[in-house]
């Protein structure tokens, strides 16, 4: 299953990319947003920014981050947020929707959850009739 996946961050371009390719992450990332792809203060726009580059609805994104305001900008575009905690306490972050201690524990599966009992799969086809099933 191939999922888009979105960096978006306020840090200049010059300092993002020397970091994806020291890390060798470059292939990670369908779409990378840095300052200069916005120049707007508020996360908001970074994050509208990468769901835009990716081709997905804002309801259909998960923002992975390690601070309150990014729940709070993830939630005000009704996406999913999900909390790096690292060493701070797990109780600081009671508004994400995820928290997790670091990216190890974070898999397809519990990102899945967040959306619920939601159907995430749409027909792609129309039916003119009812299927006739006897």
Same mark, same amino acid.
């Given at each position: 299953?191939?999922?888009?996946?979105?960096?978006?961050?306020?840090?200049?371009?010059?300092?993002?990319?020397?970091?994806?390719? @020291?890390?060798?992450?470059?292939?990670?990332?369908?779409?990378?947003?840095?300052?200069?792809?916005?120049?707007?203060?508020?996360?908001?726009?970074?994050?509208?920014?990468?769901? *835009?580059?990716?081709?997905?609805?804002?309801? @259909?994104?998960?923002?992975?981050?390690? !601070?309150?305001?990014?729940? +709070?900008? =993830?939630?005000?575009?009704?996406?999913? !947020?999900?909390?790096?905690?690292?060493?701070?306490?797990?109780?600081?972050? !009671?508004? =994400?929707?995820?928290?997790?201690? *670091?990216?190890?524990?974070? !898999?397809?599966?519990?990102?899945?959850?967040?959306?619920?009992?939601?159907?995430?799969?749409?027909?792609?086809? +129309?039916? +003119?009739?009812?299927?006739?099933?006897?």
């Amino acid at each position: 299953m191939q999922i888009p996946v979105a960096l978006a961050t306020s840090q200049p371009e010059r300092r993002v990319q020397p970091a994806m390719e @020291r890390l060798n992450l470059g292939n990670y990332f369908d779409a990378v947003v840095t300052a200069e792809d916005n120049g707007a203060p508020e996360v908001e726009y970074y994050y509208i920014t990468a769901a *835009n580059q990716i081709q997905r609805p804002f309801v @259909r994104c998960i923002v992975v981050g390690d !601070s309150n305001r990014s729940v +709070e900008a =993830a939630h005000e575009l009704g996406m999913k !947020s999900v909390i790096v905690t690292g060493n701070q306490p797990a109780w600081n972050f !009671s508004g =994400a929707d995820l928290v997790v201690r *670091n990216l190890s524990y974070l !898999s397809f599966v519990n990102m899945k959850k967040l959306f619920g009992n939601e159907d995430l799969v749409e027909s792609q086809f +129309e039916l +003119e009739e009812p299927p006739n099933f006897l």
